[in-house]
């Protein structure tokens, strides 16, 4: 039995918890999917969206009696990780696995808490299978790769594990441990239908210096099938009532030929669900938003970031402020709603340049 948990943010962010929309934890959704598939019980409890304390997940944990308590973080939500893991370790005799992008990125600070057993570091699916074989057997964790744990009060970082080819060959996220009807967007495209978000591709080739993607699942984007995005997608419909979805790529329209293929897929298939996605201003055309809008995009997020261009270079986003209008523009044309990204603080920022950014986003 393994319980995966996805922290609260309502002691972090009190009555504005629900400003930005509550969203489906998809990282251990999918964990949870790959370990049915290979015949182990598995409990989501996503005690953001339940509004659980954490008593109440200790309370449920306690009935459910896992073998394995896994505990999902970023990094804002990492002091939250650490209080529940501590309560569960009180509480019961179990190992407890942190990972995530905080836990990915900084697994020094997250391996030396006592409540933290193992870490895993980046893509979980084998390294979490591996994990599990080698407590039930008794084993050492020598030859885990992306683990990071602790013999003898010393930290041993074992080697990063291959990221996975072929996403098709991953089962779909566990809907059926979510709790599907609380989740819900705040997007400006919210048509009043019930809403997830979904993954369609791993892997962002940007060097942009402040973003965990490449963190995560490395700079080489490896592409699900348009076909398998599509049965995903009418899978969520026909089961959930599913209406609107939100992808989640770093990416989405950095395969231009990928992605026309699924527009067109969406098309034929008259699949009735409107959704949005995230892109790159450099790889936005006008010919591409159009088929977008046709198969249900209503709404694309620009990571612009800022509006001076030195700052730009620094961080690496590898843009140019004509290309962040002439996309926002094309995608006005196409019908399609544009959500712009910005952020206060890069390397180098002045008043000067803050200033800069918000003329450009007015």
Known sequence: KVALIHPSAEELYGKWEDSVGVWPPLGIAYLASFLEKNGHTVRIIDANAEHKSIDA??????????????????????LQAFKLARAVKKA???????????????????????????????????????????????????????LV?????????????EFIEDLDSLPWPAYHLLPVSKYKTRSYSDNGRQW?????????????????????????????????????????????????????????????????????MIIGDKLGVEWQCEARVSSADEETLKLMYKSG??????????????ILDKIKKGITLEQAERAVKAAKRSGIMILTSFIFGHTGETRETANRTIDFAV
């Open 297 to 310: 995009c209503r709404l694309i997020a620009f990571g612009i970031e800022s509006g001076d261009q030195g």
């Open 57 to 78: 997940v200790v309370e449920e944990l306690s009935e459910f009696k896992p073998g394995l308590v896994g505990i999902t973080s970023v990094t804002v939500l990492i």
């Open 92 to 146: 019961m005799d179990v190992p407890v696995v942190l990972g995530g992008p905080h836990p990915t990125t900084i697994p020094e600070d997250t391996i030396s808490r006592d409540e933290v057993d193992f870490v895993v570091r980046g893509e979980g699916e084998r390294t979490l299978i591996e994990l599990i074989g080698c407590i039930s057997a008794g084993k050492g964790y020598e030859n885990v790769k992306g």
């Open 196 to 264: 997830v978000s979904m993954c369609g591709s791993r892997g962002c080739p940007s060097m942009c210096n402040f973003c965990a993607a490449t963190v995560m699942h490395g700079r080489k984007v490896r592409f699900r099938s348009p076909s398998d995005i599509l049965a995903e997608m009418k899978h969520v419909r026909d089961k959930y009532g599913i209406g609107n979805i939100t992808f989640i790529d770093s990416t989405f329209n950095i395969n231009r030929k990928k992605l026309a293929e699924l527009c067109d």
């Open 149 to 161: 744990f602790k013999r003898d009060g010393k930290t041993v970082y074992n080697p990063p594990r």
